[in-house]
């Protein structure tokens, strides 16, 4: 019975696939069994990633441009790993190309991770610090309107109309003469 490890994305499908076949390949095929169980704990730490990936991707309206090649990969290793389950036992021939066949696939795997993995990492954290930048002049435009109205404000405060009647305004007891100034306002 199929458990479902990450969603019903195109990658979590694909993902199951490749670990059910694994699972299944284990118990079933003995011949393979160092190789299997090295692609297994090569893809159990993965799982739990791309599960929180596919939601992030999700809540951020990614394109999923940059697994769709993992994604082949995947697809690509159950078709291997379905087909060592149907090797007979005296086929010597096929059983040492699927075993390298195997390996190709986590190196290939492992060459995703330090590679393409990083080099996204480095492209993320990189629109991360130009969306900060940007945020970081849109901060500063907001400030500088802020001071201009700041300083509209002043220049209102300090014309004699305001002058006149800021006893009123502020509810004091002072004759116009009398009136505080802007500093004594503020």
């Not at 802020?146 to 009123?168: A, G, H, I, W």
Request: glycine content about 4%; aromatic content about 8%; charged content about 25%.
């Amino acid at each position: 019975m199929a458990v479902n490890l990450i969603g019903d994305t195109a990658f979590g499908m694909v993902f199951n696939g490749l670990v059910e076949a694994v699972l299944e390949a284990t118990t079933r095929v003995t011949t393979f069994s160092s190789s299997l169980n090295s692609l297994k704990t090569t893809l159990a730490p993965l799982k739990c990633y791309f599960d929180q990936v596919e939601t992030l991707n999700g809540k951020l309206h990614s394109p999923q441009r940059e697994t769709d090649m993992f994604i082949l990969r995947l697809a690509e290793g159950e078709s291997l790993v379905r087909k060592c389950t149907r090797i007979k036992w005296w086929n010597l021939y096929k059983k040492y190309s699927y075993s390298k066949k195997i390996a190709d696939l986590e190196r290939s795997l492992i060459r995703f991770f330090q590679l393409d993995v990083q080099a996204e990492m480095v492209r993320d954290h990189k629109m991360l610090l130009v969306g900060e930048a940007d945020l970081h002049e849109q901060l500063n435009a907001v400030n500088h309107r802020l001071d201009r109205l700041l300083s509209v404000v002043k220049n209102v405060v300090q014309e004699p109309y305001f002058q006149d009647r800021c006893c009123t305004v502020l509810g004091c007891q002072n004759s116009e003469n009398q009136c505080p100034k802007q500093s004594d306002v503020a």
